[in-house]
């Protein structure tokens, strides 16, 4: 197995992970291929330590290598966080209403397909840290046609979850089954507590 992750660099608002799995059998699997961006699974466990490394989905493709006995197959996937890119953003029925950005940060985590922890800053946000609050994400609400939708058609799920990366100073990154939001330059000034998203 191996593993990569892409950014931007260290501030990006999302690190995403690839991963090629090779596959040593002599059964057909001709089921592990889809057409779409959730159609098989792929989870990555560390036994020995019982936990979960990757979580993600098979990148979609047409299955065109020949079987053969032992055959060696590999496999790509991109975690579920990338998936996003194909899912339009759709939290309520209209684009008028309000919402807590903790509760856009899990509808999106949840339509990544992930079902582990949210883990977010405490007293986090490099915009204005002079806010009180336990929780920023939970605190602040946002109007829904200001930001997630561009003249009248909503953007993707992955851009909605850049664009409280980008206002917030946050940097996404899954690891295994669970969502990390970390701010590097709070940590650095600031030693900001992390907590799950409950």
Same mark, same amino acid.
């Given at each position: ?47 020995? $330590?019982?936990? *979960? ?7 979609? *493709? ?14 790509? =996937? ?5 998936? %996003?890119?194909?899912? $339009? ?5 209209? #684009? ?9 940060? $899990?509808? %999106? ?5 992930? #079902? ?8 986090? *946000?490099?915009?204005?840290?002079? /806010? ?39 940097? *996404? ?14 940590? =650095? $000034? ?5 907590? /799950?998203?409950?």
């Amino acid at each position: 197995m191996i593993t990569q992750n892409s950014s931007d660099g260290l501030f990006s608002p999302i690190k995403s992970r690839s991963c090629t799995v090779t596959i040593v059998s002599n059964e057909p699997y001709f089921d592990m291929y889809s057409g779409t961006s959730h159609g098989t699974s792929l989870v990555v466990n560390n036994l020995s $330590k019982g936990e *979960c490394i990757f979580f993600g989905y098979v990148t979609p *493709c047409e299955y065109n290598q020949p079987y053969q006995y032992l055959n060696q197959i590999e496999i790509e =996937a991109v975690d579920a966080i990338s998936t %996003l890119q194909d899912f $339009k953003y759709s939290y309520t029925s209209s #684009s008028e209403a309000f919402n807590h950005i903790a509760s856009i940060i $899990k509808k %999106l985590v949840s339509v990544a397909g992930y #079902s582990g922890k949210i883990l977010v800053p405490q007293y986090g *946000c490099m915009m204005k840290k002079s /806010w009180d609050y336990e929780y920023i994400p939970t605190a602040m609400e946002v109007l829904n046609d200001d930001i997630f939708y561009d003249k009248g058609e909503p953007i993707s799920c992955y851009e909605v979850l850049e664009e409280i990366c980008n206002f917030y100073g946050f940097t *996404c990154i899954p690891y295994g089954n669970d969502v990390f939001f970390v701010d590097y330059e709070g940590v =650095a $000034k600031y030693g900001i507590n992390y907590s /799950w998203l409950t």
